[in-house]
């Protein structure tokens, strides 16, 4: 909860007494939660070959870092969303908003791919992302940082979208 939340929360607070850039923080933060959400669901939905946004090699599906043009498609329109929802209360933020919401999604996806741990199930012989995997096997590392999972991936990538929409909300 806090890795996809706590930016959001946090940037709701400090708009309370900073107003705009930390306004439009905080809806970049959950536009960019948004974005990786919408990706995940409707591109495991509708399928297609993900492929490593860091090598454009095939890889499995549901692991982080893959990409589909359906699910990359699904994070431009839920950064819309949220950015569209926000204009509500300001019409200046739709811009930032939306933009913060795409760029969280881009980083969500890069860091997937390239720092998250990655790790291998010696009993289902394929490639996860927790020790133990699902069927209860031990599993080794294959790359990426061991301390740096899902969480922190999704943690980086709202305040990612937070910092683009708050700095572009003040140009």
Known sequence: MLANGGVAAACALLAMRYG???????????????ADTWGTE??????????SIATLRP????????VTFAGTLAEIVGAAAV????????ARLFVPVFAGGVAGAFVD??????????????RCARACETDPHACGAATAPQRGASWFGN?????????A???????????
């Not at 850039?21 to 948004?34: D, E, I, R």
């Not at 950015?83 to 300001?90: N, W």
């Not at 720092?115 to 199930?121: D, H, N, T």
């Not at 979208?161 to 140009?171: D, F, I, S, W, Y």
């Open 109 to 122: 996806s890069l860091l997937g791919a390239t720092v998250q741990s990655l790790r291998f199930c010696p």
């Open 161 to 171: 979208g937070a910092l683009a929409a708050g700095l572009l909300v003040r140009l």
């Open 151 to 159: 969480d922190a991936v999704n943690f980086a990538a709202t305040l």
């Open 42 to 51: 409707i591109g495991s939905v509708l399928g297609g070959v993900p492929r």
């Open 59 to 66: 890889v499995a599906a549901g692991l982080s870092g893959g």
């Open 20 to 34: 705009l850039p930390l306004l439009a923080a905080f809806a970049g933060a959950f536009a960019a939660a948004s």
């Open 83 to 90: 950015a569209l929802a926000s204009t509500a209360i300001d």
